[in-house]
């Protein structure tokens, strides 16, 4: 199975609660994308969620909701450019 390396954590803390793992490279499904991360930033949201103000939020929490990569695959028989970008495109956005 192909792994992907991921930025987690598994409870709230400080910066020593963020860990490099190795995970399943997820299937997307409609209407999700996948993308080839090339390069990623935790956002004061994260902050907050490792910082234990999120109330919501589940454990353990994949972080590195904003990147920026090339998309490749999409469960859509056809994405539209502009929305999500074709598969091979270089593209700026959400991480999905």
């Given amino acids: 199975m ?3 390396k991921a930025m987690v954590i598994h409870e709230a803390g400080g910066p020593e609660v963020l860990k490099i793992e190795s995970l399943p490279i997820p ?11 090339k390069a990623f930033g935790l956002n ?4 907050f969620t490792r910082q234990d103000h999120s109330p919501s939020v589940k454990f353990p929490r994949v972080l590195g909701i904003e990147a ?10 056809r994405v539209s ?3 999500y970008g074709r598969d091979g495109d270089r ?4 991480a999905i």
Wanted: charged letters at 30%; a positive charge; zero cysteines.
């Fill in 2 to 4: 192909a792994t992907m």
């Fill in 27 to 37: 299937a997307p499904k409609s209407p999700e994308v996948l993308i080839r991360v």
């Fill in 44 to 47: 004061r949201s994260e902050l």
């Fill in 68 to 77: 920026v990569g090339v998309v490749e695959a999409s469960a859509r028989r």
């Fill in 81 to 83: 450019r502009g929305r």
């Fill in 91 to 94: 593209r700026n956005g959400a």
